[in-house]
């Protein structure tokens, strides 16, 4: 049971928050140098990048500045620009911290801007909906945004154990409320829909789960 929350905006080409779509950017640039456990974060102020923090097993701070640098391609006065703040570091991945399972849910979804479900996908198939329904709900965004050309798209499904069918099925596109129809939002119709039979973890785990050319969006 629980509510997955999708969402979709016309920020970018991958219809996901700005700051989340850089900081993916800004993460594959490094890790064409640093092919090793890292992660990235972007803040935006007014539209334009504020600040960069970039954490990476391997690369040492100035390695890291110079490609943020690079990857900026502008002025960097007016950018404060955090690379491995807690110093530089060798040991990542499972024996450093918890892996993929359990990983931070925020990261998973949309960053902090999107209210998330709550529910951890990563680790879970999809016969749990905590992913499943969630990918669903992106679908769902994606589609509606491109029907209405709208700028924003929310969509909200709940579940209760033991029965198939949501219990809350509801979309806000750019802040109006309209109703959902022509999918099968059962478990095993989103695992049809969405070919879940043949799971990518390795893909989602590398780059993210929403955008990055997935099925649902």
């Given at each position: ?6 969402y ?17 950017d800004?993460?594959?640039?490094i ?8 992660k990235t974060?972007?803040t935006l102020e ?5 600040t ?9 701070k100035?390695q890291?500045e110079?490609?943020?640098v ?14 491995n ?9 499972f024996?450093?911290?918890?892996g993929?399972?359990?990983r ?30 969630a990918?669903?709900a ?6 509606l ?7 924003e ?13 949501p219990?809350?099925v ?6 109006k ?5 022509g999918?099968d ?8 829909t969405?070919?879940?039979q ?20």
């Amino acid at each position: 049971q629980g509510i997955m929350v999708g969402y979709a905006c016309n920020e970018n080409d991958e219809y996901i928050p700005h700051e989340l779509y850089l900081a993916r950017d800004l993460c594959k640039s490094i890790y064409s140098y640093f092919p090793y456990d890292g992660k990235t974060q972007i803040t935006l102020e007014d539209g334009k990048i504020k600040t960069v923090v970039a954490s990476f097993q391997n690369a040492s701070k100035e390695q890291l500045e110079q490609v943020v640098v690079e990857w900026l391609q502008y002025h960097t006065d007016d950018v404060d620009i955090f690379c491995n703040p807690a110093g530089d570091w060798t040991m990542g991945g499972f024996d450093a911290d918890a892996g993929v399972t359990g990983r931070k849910l925020v990261v998973d979804n949309y960053g902090p801007r999107v209210p998330i479900g709550g529910g951890a996908f990563s680790g879970k198939d999809s016969s749990k909906v905590d992913r499943s329904a969630a990918y669903m709900a992106r679908r769902i965004a994606v589609d509606l945004l491109k029907d209405h050309d709208a700028e924003e798209v929310y969509v909200y499904l709940a579940y209760a154990i033991g029965y198939d069918k949501p219990v809350q099925v509801s979309a806000i596109i750019d802040g109006k409320d309209v109703g959902v129809v022509g999918y099968d939002l059962s478990p095993n119709g989103i695992v049809k829909t969405l070919g879940l039979q043949e799971p990518k973890f390795e893909k989602t785990a590398e780059w993210g789960h929403m955008g990055t050319g997935q099925v649902w969006g």
